[in-house]
């Protein structure tokens, strides 16, 4: 889209958020759910395939696009975004990008209306940053395949229409080899969701187990090549990274924004505590680093959308811009002081919801494992460890995973 039209749907977006979502967000909280009215009004946006293809009845946007949206969504509760991320991000993307035609005339066009919610289903219970530990399996059944394992922490579970399965193909293959992928609905005989999980923060963001008894999948069902399915999820996976980092830096404008408006307007001693030298010294500590990570986040998606860099850039802003953000929020409840830590006050809320970031999509210590052997390579030295020794435990490249 020209920039014109951008800046109109960045205005909209912009508005919703301030204007319909963050009134309602104590609702959200306590309700643990995403009012139906605003569901409407995210599908009647087209927010649900913002980040699809044009010709599937998506936006198309660009990564540049994109994380500028993401500093809109990041200004509220991240239950927002998340109603609709998944169907954008790493679940959409897989069908996007992989899918065959008739996978994308199925499927796409429903998950940009908001008619479907697609959901990623890699992780499980020995396998979220090491692929091989991966125990879903998917044996061959005549010209199709059976599905059986678990998932867990699987965003959007209990709303999912379908599920982006990532199982093992071939047993005799180690670590990311012989993954493959699958479209699998949730109506698909053998398909279970557990109960929502409760969790620190994010109220109204669902995750839960989802269970595969002996779940067939056609033909049509496998997503690209067969054994490649993990490359395809640290494809999509990267593209998230900058996403949530994106995300990061509009949470941390938001709990700026309330701290500079608290620290304003409180008094001790008859005089707002803003006249304070180190309430000033937190709230300058806080917006170096957020535009730093505004600053780092628009560079790195440039690169991401001219080819570039796809994976140490987004690591890196991954990394930088949630570890921020952590610092950014504890910055703020310290600025409330005690009404930091009530629940009715909107940073204590951020407090939790932002300490996630630092796990999902990748935690980390995983970012720092890819940026810090990318580099290592990219100066000729091998980083990958000798073949174990019989006696030591089962082995593994680090990875990432959701």
């Known amino acids: 889209m020209d920039a014109e039209d951008f800046r109109q749907v960045r205005g909209a977006v912009r508005q919703l958020v301030r204007e319909s979502v963050v009134p309602r967000e104590e609702q959200i909280e306590d309700e643990d759910r995403i ?112 599905v059986n394992g678990s998932k867990r922490y699987i965003t959007n ?47 109204g963001a669902w ?27 640290l494809t999509v996976l990267s593209r998230g990274r900058l996403h949530i980092a994106a995300l990061c830096v509009g949470m941390a404008q938001r709990v700026l924004d309330e701290s500079v408006a608290y620290a304003a307007t409180a008094k001790q001693g008859g005089a707002p505590i803003g006249r304070f030298q180190l309430v000033q010294g937190m709230l300058a500590d806080m917006h170096a680093e957020l535009l730093a990570g505004r600053s780092m986040v628009r560079e790195v998606a440039a690169r991401y959308d001219s080819g570039e860099d796809t994976s140490v850039g987004p690591s890196s802003a991954k990394l930088f811009c949630t570890e921020m953000v952590g610092r950014a929020v504890d910055k703020a409840v310290q600025i409330h002081g005690g009404m930091g830590y009530l629940r009715t006050t909107p940073v204590e809320r951020f407090y939790r919801d932002a300490r996630l970031f630092r796990l999902y999509e990748g935690t980390s210590e995983v970012q720092r494992v890819i940026v810090g052997g990318a580099l290592l390579r990219e100066a000729g030295m091998r980083t990958d460890p000798p073949a174990p020794h019989p006696s030591h435990a089962r082995g593994g490249s680090l990875q990432e995973g959701r």
Do not use: H
Not at 103 to 127: C, N, V
Not at 158 to 177: M, N, S, W, Y
């Open 35 to 146: 009012p139906d009215d605003l569901r409407a009004q995210v599908a009647d946006m087209g927010l649900f395939g913002y980040a699809l293809p044009e010709e599937y009845g998506g936006l198309g946007v660009t990564m540049s696009e994109d994380v500028r949206l993401a500093f809109e969504f990041g200004y509220t509760t991240p239950a927002f975004r998340s109603l609709f991320g998944t169907n954008n991000g790493i679940a959409g993307q897989v069908i996007a990008k992989f899918g065959t035609d008739e996978q994308k005339k199925a499927y796409l066009p429903r998950l940009a209306a908001g008619d479907l919610i697609a959901s990623f289903a890699l992780t499980e219970a020995e396998a979220g940053s090491d692929p091989a530990g991966l125990r879903t399996s998917a044996r061959r059944d005549g010209d199709g395949w059976v």
């Open 157 to 203: 579970a209990p709303l999912a229409d379908l599920f982006v399965v990532f199982a093992r193909t071939d047993p005799a293959e180690r670590g990311g080899r012989g993954i493959s992928s699958f479209v699998v609905e949730t109506a698909t005989p053998g398909v279970s969701v557990g109960p929502k999980d409760k969790k620190m923060g994010q109220s």
């Open 207 to 233: 995750t839960a187990e989802v269970f595969f008894d002996d779940v067939r999948v056609g033909p049509s069902g496998l997503i690209g090549e067969e054994g490649r399915g993990y490359s395809k999820a």
